[in-house]
């Protein structure tokens, strides 16, 4: 055979190659499919700037920029039932009326959960995933009579689109279920998420009385959706939104706020390998409460460990 009929069909079999082997790409370590006795761990930095509510009735807003970081683990007891552990934490500079900064850190509250495959994935076509989690945490968030940790707090709560009130509320012992489905089309992965923190309250959490009062229960939803495309081995682009719902406020309102925050992300994944990846995250909110004051970035990282 001659190179020119060689060099023909290797033009011709290659781009069929790509396509065939295309949806057959590893999924990203962010996916926490897990064998059994496998271990994942996570570790996530967003920086911004936002303005959150903050209900005292003396500066009712918390504003300011912050680092919220999170350290976490999975381990897989078997193949659909996982354990997590999850450790917040925030470092920020908090306005003060005269334009100058306080610089302040806090803790959120840790939580210990687990979350159950209902559905597994199937190796041929559109992979479908059903998973169930359930968490609890511990009431460890920082507060302080200067309230300078419960407003870096509520400037991390506003940096995430006041996705994860269990993380930043201090006073409470948060308890959250949550739902997840995830369906797989070849080269997109769309997912869908629906979260519902129980919010018990502790204490005050050094809220001033009569200026600030506290409910027993705060319980919020908080909805997701993500649509990601695998551009190449190594790369996927992800867009997503996030529905907050203020269904019993953890803290009374001093003023009217609304219940619902919208959230949107836009995020590149790099697959270093089937069991790395690292997520650039760009987010910000359109409408709601921190519509034009609250813009963010940063790194999210996985490694599974098999």
């Known amino acids: 055979m001659d190179r020119g009929a060689v060099k023909l069909r290797l033009t011709l079999c290659t ?15 962010m996916v926490p499919d ?3 006795r496998g271990g994942q761990i996570e570790a996530q930095a967003h920086f911004g700037v936002a303005t959150a509510p903050f209900d005292v009735t003396t500066l009712h807003q918390a504003k300011g920029q912050a680092f919220a970081l999170l350290a976490a683990a999975r381990y897989a007891l078997s193949e659909p039932l996982w354990l997590e552990l999850r450790a917040p934490i925030v470092l920020g500079s908090v306005a003060q009326p ?3 900064y306080v610089d302040a ?5 840790p939580e210990l959960g687990a979350r159950y495959r ?7 076509g559109a992979a479908l995933a059903l998973f169930g989690a359930a968490e609890i945490g511990l009431p460890l968030a920082s507060h302080d009579r200067d309230l300078m940790p419960n407003r870096v707090l509520a400037i ?37 998420e ?9 204490s005050d959490a050094n809220l001033p009385s009569p200026g600030a009062s506290t409910n027993p229960v705060g319980v919020a939803s908080i909805a997701r959706v993500e649509a990601r495309y695998r551009l190449s081995q190594r790369l996927s682009l992800a867009s997503g939104a996030q529905l907050f719902f203020d269904l019993v406020p953890a803290v009374k309102h001093v003023r009217p706020l609304s219940r619902v925050q919208d959230f949107e992300r836009l995020s590149l994944y790099i697959h270093f390998s089937p ?16 519509a034009g004051s609250t813009v963010a970035g940063g790194l999210r990282a996985t490694v599974n460990l098999q």
């Open 98 to 100: 005269a334009g100058s």
């Open 156 to 192: 991390a709560d506003g940096i995430e689109g006041r996705g994860h009130p269990e993380w930043f509320t201090p006073g409470v012992a948060p308890i959250t279920a949550s739902t997840a489905l995830r369906w797989t089309p070849a080269a997109w992965s769309l997912e869908a």
């Open 118 to 124: 209902f559905i597994a994935p199937n190796s041929g």
């Open 275 to 290: 069991s790395a990846a690292l997520v650039v995250d760009m987010q910000t909110a359109i409408a709601g409460e921190l």
């Open 194 to 202: 629906l979260r519902l923190p129980l919010l018990v309250r502790l």
């Open 15 to 29: 781009p069929l190659l790509l396509i065939a082997t295309r949806p057959c790409f590893a999924e990203p370590a």
């Open 34 to 36: 897990l064998t059994a």
């Open 105 to 109: 850190s806090a803790l959120g509250n």
